[in-house]
């Protein structure tokens, strides 16, 4: 019958297995094998050839990789614009020391998400074979920028610009006009929008001159015109005045005639010794005379002159009628 071995004796295999396992994982070539994080990540994160950029302008972006891993690595970096490739090259990095790298980028307008991360990281050791590891930061932080659209590339963005055509027109004025901010030429004429506006102001203004001093003139002429016609109505009443003075003196000169031949008509009258016809021929007579004197009155201002006149003739015409009589 075969002894049995204690059973504490059985435990001691396993204690022996434990401690062994210990060793082996300790030792530094496991640990690495099991790829622990290499501590070699970015050091400057991300810049570029220029700043501030603008759409449609080619730039570069850098990048640098610090190696502290203390053993060289070899890998691609990458190079993002909101998550889209930009571009991919590979590195050789020596332990201890610093590397750049760069790719260059056609912007666009609008924001942008840059970063930059390392690919497929490989430990280079002349005496083994490459081993794939992982670096503790891989990816860069994210940078985010806005590319303005700079037409007159002025390097001020169309936003922050007033004058985003330089053509000498602000934006607000060329708007105001009718004409295009984003482009010196509006009409393709080869005369800026600015040259041109200012000549069209210029002959606007000559324009205007001309047709103030047009209106001035014409003004003038009308205040001649106006003279002109006050003058000729002056003329006319005044040549009217003249006729009518020389047709009332002419009337005048008439009517005292006409009194003279009544006078002697009157003397005849009186040798006639018909006194009812008489009479009636003295009724006729004073009654003519004051309608001579009416019309006398209606046609001259100096009427009183007249009429004090023609009443002077008419008492001397019956003075020398009572005289007559006697
Ligand atoms: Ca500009
Ligand atoms: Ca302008
Ligand atoms: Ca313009
Ligand atoms: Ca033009």
Known sequence: MKAQLPQHKSHYKYFIFIF?????????NYSKALTKPV???????????????????????????????????????RFYDNDNIIGESNFSSISGHLIEEWVDWAVTEGEHKIKVEIINPVKSSPDSAPEAITLLSSISETATHYADIDTDGDRVGNTDDDDDDNDGLTDEREIELGLN????????DGKDDSEQTEQQELIENK???????SDNDENKKTDNKETTIVDKATNIIKNIS???????????????????RKVNDLEDISDN??????????FLKNFLSIMLSLLIWLFENKFVLYSSIFIILIIIWRILRIFKRR
């Open 20 to 28: 062994f396992l210990f060793i082996f994982l300790s030792t530094p």
């Open 39 to 77: 501590n070699s990540g970015f050091v400057s994160g991300i810049w570029y050839s220029q700043t501030p950029f603008f759409a449609d302008e080619t730039i570069r972006i850098y990048s640098a990789i610090q190696n502290e891993s203390g053993f060289d690595i070899t890998g691609s970096i």
């Open 181 to 188: 901010p984003l482009k010196k030429d509006t009409d393709n």
């Open 207 to 213: 324009i205007n001159s001309d047709t103030q001093t």
């Open 242 to 260: 003249g006729t009518l003075e020389k047709g009332v003196n002419s009337a005048t000169q008439k009517i005292i005639l006409s009194l003279e």
């Open 273 to 282: 010794k018909d006194t009812s016809n008489n009479k009636k021929k003295s």
